[in-house]
């Protein structure tokens, strides 16, 4: 087993069970945390293989859909003895996003040979499964938590991708691009680091907007 198919499987396996843990949160039933397992598991590469024009990676191989039911379910039984799941399903993500940001860059670099989408499919296939996780559950999206996300996929990505471009190996490359990503994250839910912020005055209601510009039409 390659080194890419490891991060495959474990990247889908550690998304499906911060699916499932949304999924306890919201107190679902079992098949709404077989659903909310597949969906957070599968959407970011589904996505990357669709936008690739490549076969999507469950259909050729079902057994991602299988690590997806039995993350699942394994969830289901075990999450009352969790104490802090919230907690858990952030720490589990981030591993989720260290490990996925690297696998879509190389999917990416495999398929195009351009650094530019491995990036882009780096960051994709590792944030997209988490998005549609919190839609799905009705919180805050973690694109509009002020900690650091999109930045530590963009950052594990883009070292992935610089290290395997100066012809290093695989294991080296990812090894990094994993640990990057990784940190920043860990970083970011430990100590609260964030980027800075767009400060401006606050702007006006929609209603007065409208009204200034009516009144320069008139004039």
């Not at 949304?22 to 970011?44: H, N, P, Q």
């Not at 859909?65 to 720490?91: D, H, M, N, P, Q």
Request: with cysteine; charged share 15%; aromatic share 10%.
């Amino acid at each position: 087993m390659s080194l890419l198919m490891i991060l495959d499987y474990a990247g889908v396996a550690v998304f499906a069970a911060t699916g499932a843990l949304a999924a306890s949160r919201k107190e679902l039933d079992f098949i709404g945390f077989l659903f909310f397992a597949a969906v957070t598991g599968s959407g970011g590469g589904t996505v990357r293989d669709l936008i690739l024009g490549r076969p999507v990676f469950w259909v050729m191989d079902p057994a991602y859909i299988l690590i997806c039911v039995a993350t699942g379910a394994f969830v289901f039984f075990t999450a009352t003895y969790v104490e802090s799941r919230y907690k858990l399903l952030l720490w589990l993500d981030a591993i989720g996003l260290a490990a996925y940001c690297v696998l879509g860059a190389a999917k990416g670099m495999a398929a195009t040979g351009s650094p530019t989408i491995a990036i882009v499919t780096g960051v994709m296939t590792a944030t997209l499964g988490g998005v549609l996780r919190d839609v799905l559950a009705n919180e805050q999206s973690v694109l509009l938590r002020p900690e650091i996300y999109i930045t530590s996929a963009l950052a594990g990505a883009g070292a992935f991708t610089a290290v395997h471009m100066m012809g290093q190996p695989l294991i080296v490359s990812a090894g990094f691009g994993v640990v990057i990503s990784f940190a920043l994250r860990g970083g970011a839910l430990h100590y609260g680091w964030t980027l800075p912020r767009y400060m401006s005055r606050p702007g006006r209601p929609p209603e007065e907007a409208l009204k200034s510009g009516k009144r320069k039409k008139r004039r």
